[in-house]
């Protein structure tokens, strides 16, 4: 039975006082976290070294903070409009500046990307895990406390709750925590501002031994803004959109090439010549073989993250396809046995696959009412079927009553179908404020349920298995990637050296589905180059140090310059469909090098077709479609203002250049040249409105000359 906590810190004197000795704290990933609770529990453990505390989580956020004098004044009037009240974590701010207590130590399984390279504790304590393993891993870390923020609705006795955004591992954890005896406290901590998800994520309160209700517990979500869409993004989402089957299945995620995709589909399901003209001016081998059509069927989104992109694709009607946890009702309207609309076929087809069976039992009138396949009121009476004042032999076999009882006791439409199904959410602001409005029918197709559904095929329930499976038809798994070698191996978690740059996550497990299920295929993103202090690098490479997706689960690559369809292939063709995506300024190297370790015949020359990858001449080729509208730099809103964007543009010429010092010199000359002025306004908002010094001087015109 839960205790309910209208205090916080009561609730940790619960804590402290139910588990004696050490604490190991488990918590969800990104917005799950009660934070409120999280750090008053720390600032207790802190002052008491006595007692240790091992913090178990992933994805950790933080407000943003700038690096330097400019970022730290343009940031601060941003952060506050956008990031309202939420509450940093004090953990966080205090692994970042190294100064955690030595007994304390916080162990994350997946990192906010590249904020603790060269972090010692952070890499130190980095657990490198499956997501379908995350709750596994947590217990054998120890736990004893697990805590979470919760949506609620109601008060007192009639309260519900529901996990919201994150009912992807707790379930799991709790399962397995009590299943071998240990002990476990469960705190639940109402935040009334996350999203009420029903479904798989709605819970009683006593699925909790706390409930803390305390008004402090509520506070703003963590919402980052959505990240501009590049040329190469969009290059990238258009080719990754074009393998989409209608009537499949789809995997996304979080940041700006998720919201690519998502847009290349909205642009191909409503503009469909201008989407084919597009994809002609970028694809050097033509368009055989690709999905060009408009969405008939739909989609349905299955996705360990629920992100603004689905959001989007719901919105426009592209995400629609409801799946049923059924295999049966599944599978026959997979093969269109029968549809949405209810029938005499749907019984017959039913009937067929032994489902249910003539007469009808009391099992199957409830299982087909709970589809609904029949109106809630009819019965079974004797050798009979009644509703109402209609009474018809209980036999499905004779046709003539077949058709009877499709006339007076069938429903209209099968009922609980899902069109997305996800384990996590993240998104901007309006997002979390779509779904705490959207109308309860329509949530109800949304079902926030735990990641070893999502993740993985297997199960221990044969039907669960089949289930997943019926469901998942044309499934396409689009991950992202960092790195990938000549030999279709990928690296998207570390780099060479080890150093962590986020984590495994679910990838792994999108690929082990994409080759398990028979007509599924993973598309790999990445991006043809990245530039760094080092300079300009091509992310297509001979070998790397460090592989998170080995080279025999190669599938599709994705490049701004093209797909790589690499499932089936011999190495050499392996290397040449690579280097055919990659950047031109990289395709020499790569051709010496896979020649000089015998991968490339001797007498190979790349085609002429694939020499022109370059970002100009990409640049050339979308800057039509990105004036006409189809594909905008924020195809979902920004919560920057206009004024904002010049100057973050500005803000990332002058970050590139201080890295490259060739650029940084011919960009001094010319701003002290042409002595531009910046706005005032834009000045004030930097700290730059007077001038103290040269710096100052020197740093105006550049800013000047970058807008």
Known sequence: MAQFVDSIEAAVDRVLDTVQGDIVLGIPLAIGKPNPFVNALYKRMKANPARRLRIVTALSLERPVGKSDLEQHFLGPLVERVFEDYPDLLYVKDLRAGTLPPHIEVREFFMKTGDYLGNPAAQQNYISTNYTFVARDMAVQGMNVIAQAVAAKGEGEAMRLSLSSNPDVVFEVVEKLRAAGQPLITVGVVNRKMPFMPNGAEVAPDFFDLVVTDPAGTHALFGPPNNKVSSADYAIGLHASSLVADGGTLQIGIGSLGDAIAQALIVRDRHGEEYRRILESLSADGLAGRELGRFDQGLYGCSEMFVNGFLKLIEAGIVRREVFADATLQRALNEGEIELAVTPRTLAALLRHGRIRSPLSAADVAYLQHWGVLREGVRISGAHLVLDGT??????????????????????????????????????????????????????????????????????????????????????????????????????????????????????????????????????????????????????????????????????????????????????????????????????????????HGKLEAGYELPERYRHNLPDALEARLHPWMAAGLLPDFPFGTDLTDDELHIVRALKKLKHATHHPGELLTMAIKSLWESKEAPLPYLERLGLAETHSFRDVFVRRLLANNL
């Not at 007076?408 to 993240?426: E, K, P, Q, S, V």
């Not at 469901?471 to 960092?482: E, H, I, Y």
């Not at 190669?554 to 490049?559: A, K, L, W």
């Not at 290397?575 to 020649?595: G, N, T």
């Open 391 to 596: 009474r018809l032999p209980n036999d499905l076999v004779d046709e003539a009553n077949l058709a009877r009882i499709g006339e007076t006791m069938l429903g209209g439409r099968l009922a609980h179908g899902i069109f997305m199904t996800g384990g996590f959410f993240l998104g901007p602001r309006d997002f979390y404020e779509r779904l705490r409005t959207m109308p309860p029918q329509e949530l109800a197709k949304i079902d926030m349920t735990r990641i070893d559904f999502i993740n993985q095929l297997y199960a221990d329930d044969d039907d669960e298995a089949a289930v997943k499976r019926a469901q998942r038809r044309k499934a396409r798994f689009v991950n992202t990637t960092m790195i990938v070698t000549l030999l279709g191996a990928a690296c998207s978690d570390a780099l060479e050296s080890g150093q962590v740059v986020s984590g495994v996550g679910g990838q792994y497990n999108f690929v082990a589905m994409a080759h398990a299920l028979p007509d599924a295929r993973l598309v790999m993103m990445l991006r043809a180059t990245h530039d760094n202090k080092d300079g300009l690098k091509s992310s297509i490479v001979w070998n790397y140090g460090h592989v998170t997706i080995p080279r025999h689960l190669r599938d599709i690559v994705v490049t701004e310059y093209g797909v790589a369809d690499l499932r089936g292939q011999a190495d050499a063709e392996v290397v040449k469909r690579l280097i055919a995506v990659a950047d031109s300024r990289f395709q020499d190297e790569l051709i010496r090098q896979a020649k000089a």
